[in-house]
């Protein structure tokens, strides 16, 4: 017993936990706790210098440009997010309850994006939101202007965002209901209620946490987004994660980027925190904390 | 007490292997697996030949010619800019790579921090074909001033200048970079993504218009757009605030800046020539309805690079060098340059002017090589965080 936490004798739960455990320490905290020393060094001219300072943290809060970047980026992910949660949820619901015997079939598709790269399918985009794309094309073969908007723009950004992340958020909820007892709406039903009623007081409080796995899913990478924004954003689309990025390319501002990296981290943690402060999470279709 | 001890004492060592020998064994074998690819007989020929390098130069026929004559296998990484070789090669990159690329004032500066090493242009016969411009006498960028040794060779070259829509835009216009300032064209331009380059050529136009272009600069040399006084640091900030919203997009590729410039949705974009050359040639074969031309030097001042060919300080055994002249060697035969020219769309400096069509001649800028010399070359800002923040603050504006 270690502060009220049970930990098995048995050498399989050491092995089964410790290697998962090692892994973790190797390739996510050690790589962190150094990303945190960086960000309290400098970089002048592609040299870093060992000078502990608060002076990438200050640059970040005062600066104006990375601030702008990160509230570009907020807002861009909040958006892009619940649009997905939108489109997914009337998606997977169709499957589960028309899909039949190819409900499997049907959730197998929407993998098949994940078969090509991911650099891949953004340039695709660009092409088909491009001036010879698919859109624009036509319209300038028919002699029409073409289609400003969708061509690197901020809008272009969130349609590539939203085709990424959508098969994610539409696995996440369509698992989701698939573990979901459909009777408890034929149940809600018999009780009076409407087929919205039985929604709102039923289906969605049951998958909430499967839907904000989703929304947490699509949000954190949108966050961090960096291929989208370059291929698409245009000159005013920088999103947080294409500077961050930049920070470790072309410019050699390492300990910014890490300072930057770091900011990124807190507030993705917060967000986190953030949904179980205001969630119920046994309230919401969690099944994690067993029946007791 | 004592007779527990004793007892101790007087018990027999088990024989079986220990914990702490376990030990010992798992870390020694993996410091060996660790060490392997690093361990070789001094003796034992090089099998392989690593490059950090421009991916438009890896011609498969020639490198896999190569790789059949000298027995060894050629591992190419590719960049896209300077600063992020730059980058790779400070972080230990001299051990992973044995030839590396790089253009302008960046094989100096790799030089002067040992990430290079010096070159033997005995060794690489090929350099006797290069054009008078290229000459290792007439080209002094890649010889140390202090010891005299040569640490690189010259490749290809080329500008950074505006390639444009001859039916959108007069020629008189386009010989200025007030072209890609003009909102005239709002909306219908586009630069690279590169933020050096795009400081580089706004700081040549602030330059000029503040007139400190031909003045005394604080470091007693002539003026170069890489290294701005605070002031014209702040016009380039300024400037290219007001360029962007006449910009369609800041290009990644020359793919993308072809679709920009066949489709008419922009008019003018600076470049390094290689989406010109394309569109000329299939306007040659009659697939492209636009015509394009390009400015190689804007009447303001323009932007030049030469890439070179470099061998990494990693390199130490007579063996390995050898073998890294001699890939040089190839690279650089007037038959291979004919090839790389054709796919990289890139200038070269061997003269292959007798295996040229006239038409080549004039698409490759093969008697304009003279022009190269009154252009700034591509170089290291003076100060990367100045010209981060001056470039995020562009980004975020």
Redesign the interface.
């Known amino acids: 017993m270690i502060g009220g936490l049970r930990i098995s004798r048995d050498p399989r739960a050491w092995i089964f936990l410790g290697v998962p455990s090692v892994f973790l320490v190797l390739l996510f905290v050690l790589p962190l706790v150094s990303m945190i020393v960086l960000s309290f060094w400098r970089?002048?001219?592609?040299?870093i210098i060992q000078d502990w300072n608060v002076d990438n943290y200050y640059?970040i809060a005062t600066?104006?440009?990375?601030v702008?970047?990160l509230i570009r980026s907020l807002v861009m992910a909040v958006i892009v997010s619940a649009l997905c949660v939108a489109i997914a949820w009337p998606v997977a619901y169709g499957v589960i309850v028309y899909g039949g015997r190819y409900k499997l079939l049907l959730s197998l598709g929407f993998a098949i994006p994940f078969l090509t790269g991911e650099v891949l399918r953004v340039i695709a985009l660009?092409?088909l939101l491009?001036?010879?794309g698919l859109f624009?094309?036509v319209l300038?073969a028919l002699g029409a202007a073409?289609l400003?908007f969708i061509?690197?723009t901020n809008f272009a950004s969130a349609i590539g965002l939203v085709y990424l992340y959508l098969p994610i958020v539409v696995t996440v909820i369509y698992l989701s209901l698939l573990n979901f007892d459909m009777r408890l709406i034929d149940a809600a039903r018999i009780f009076g209620a409407g087929p919205f009623r039985g929604f709102i007081e039923v289906t969605w409080p049951l998958n909430l946490f499967g839907t904000l796995i989703g929304f947490a899913l699509c949000f954190v990478p949108c966050l961090s987004a960096t291929l989208v924004p370059?291929?698409l954003g245009?000159?005013?689309g920088?999103l947080y994660g294409m500077?961050l990025a930049?920070?470790f390319?072309?410019?050699?501002?390492w300990a910014?980027g890490a300072a930057m990296g770091v900011v990124l981290f807190l507030l993705s943690i917060a967000g986190v925190l953030l949904v179980f402060r205001f969630v119920d999470l046994r309230r919401s279709g969690f099944t994690g904390f067993g029946r007791s | 007490m004592t007779s527990t001890n004793d007892s101790n004492k007087a018990a027999p060592r088990k024989s079986g292997p220990s914990r702490r020998g376990a030990m010992k064994t798992i870390a020694g074998a993996a410091a060996a697996l660790v060490a392997a690819p690093y361990i070789r007989p001094a003796s034992a020929a090089p099998t392989a030949l690593r490059a950090l390098m421009w991916e438009a130069y890896a011609v498969r026929d020639v490198i896999g010619a190569f790789e059949e004559k000298h027995k060894v296998k050629f591992a190419p990484t590719f960049f896209d800019?300077n600063?992020?070789a730059?980058?790779k090669l400070?972080v230990g990159g001299t051990k992973d790579f044995d030839l590396v690329q790089a253009d302008g004032f960046w094989p100096s500066l790799y030089f002067r921090e040992k990430l290079i090493r010096d070159m033997d242009y005995a060794k690489i016969p090929g350099t006797a074909n290069y054009f008078p411009a290229f000459k290792p006498d007439a080209f002094p960028l890649l010889k140390d001033e202090t010891s005299g040794v040569f640490f690189g060779v010259p490749f290809c070259w080329g500008s950074y200048g505006i390639t444009y829509n001859v039916g959108e835009v007069p020629v008189e216009k386009a010989k200025s970079l007030e072209l890609l300032f003009s909102p005239d064209y709002s909306?219908r331009l586009a630069t690279n993504?590169?933020?050096?380059e795009n400081i580089a050529l706004a700081g040549i136009m602030v330059a000029h218009r503040m007139g400190t272009i031909d003045k005394p600069r604080p470091d007693g040399k002539s003026f170069n757009p890489y290294k701005l006084t605070d002031e014209e640091l702040d016009g380039v900030e300024k400037l290219l605030i007001e360029q962007?919203p006449l910009?369609?997009?800041?290009y990644?590729d020359a793919a993308?800046l072809e679709?920009?410039l066949?489709?008419?949705?922009i008019v003018a974009a600076p470049e390094f020539a290689q989406v010109y050359r394309l569109m000329l040639e299939k306007k040659a074969k009659g697939e492209l309805d636009i015509t394009v031309d390009h400015t190689l030097k804007p009447k303001e001042g323009g932007l030049g690079w030469v890439d070179t060919w470099l061998i990494s300080s990693g390199v130490t055994d007579a063996e390995k060098a050898d073998i890294c002249h001699a890939f040089i060697d190839t690279m650089i035969k007037p038959e291979t340059m004919v090839q790389i020219g054709k796919a990289s769309g890139c200038s070269t400096t061997i003269d292959i002017r007798l295996l040229s069509s006239a038409e080549d001649q004039v698409l490759y800028l093969m008697n304009r090589t003279d022009e190269l010399r009154g252009m700034y070359m591509f170089d290291?800002p003076s100060?990367?965080?100045k010209?981060?923040?001056v470039?995020?603050?562009v980004?975020?504006?």
Do not use: C, I
């Open positions: 970089t002048e001219n592609y040299h640059v600066a104006g440009a990375y702008t970047f660009q092409g491009g001036p010879l624009n094309g300038m073409p400003r061509m690197y370059r291929f245009g000159p005013s920088t500077a930049q920070q390319g072309e410019s050699g501002t910014l | 800019g600063s992020e730059y980058n400070r909306g993504a590169r933020f050096e962007k910009l369609l997009t800041r990644q993308t679709q920009l066949v489709s008419g949705a290291q100060s990367t965080e010209w981060e923040r470039w995020s603050r980004q975020a504006a």
